[in-house]
């Protein structure tokens, strides 16, 4: 279980990167999506996409909603690093 962990997350740390990279450059224009649910939510759809869109997520309902789960709790932690100076 520890090698999968290990793997997954470095397999993981490409997306989260270009996903907070988004919002925090979309955060920087509208404080709408400075909001923990908007990154939530966009870490969900996210998810959603890819199971929908690959056969192999989206064929077994567990996997599908443990991609959308956990691409949900992505986006929620990388959100917890930012910190705007006018919020």
């Known amino acids: ?4 962990t290990i793997f997954g997350g470095l ?3 490409i ?5 907070s ?8 224009r509208h404080a709408a999506a ?4 908007a990154w939530t939510a966009a870490g ?3 998810g959603a996409g890819i199971a929908w ?3 192999g997520f989206g064929g077994e309902p567990p996997i599908g909603f443990a991609l959308v789960l956990t691409s949900a709790v992505c986006a929620r932690l990388c959100r917890a690093q ?5 919020a």
């Open 15 to 19: 997306p989260n990167l270009f996903g």
């Open 34 to 37: 400075r909001d923990p649910i």
């Open 21 to 28: 990279l988004l919002m925090a450059s979309l955060a920087e």
């Open 82 to 86: 930012f910190e705007w100076a006018d």
């Open 53 to 55: 869109t690959w056969p």
């Open 44 to 46: 969900a759809l996210a």
């Open 11 to 13: 397999l993981a740390f």
């Open 1 to 4: 279980m520890i090698p999968a």
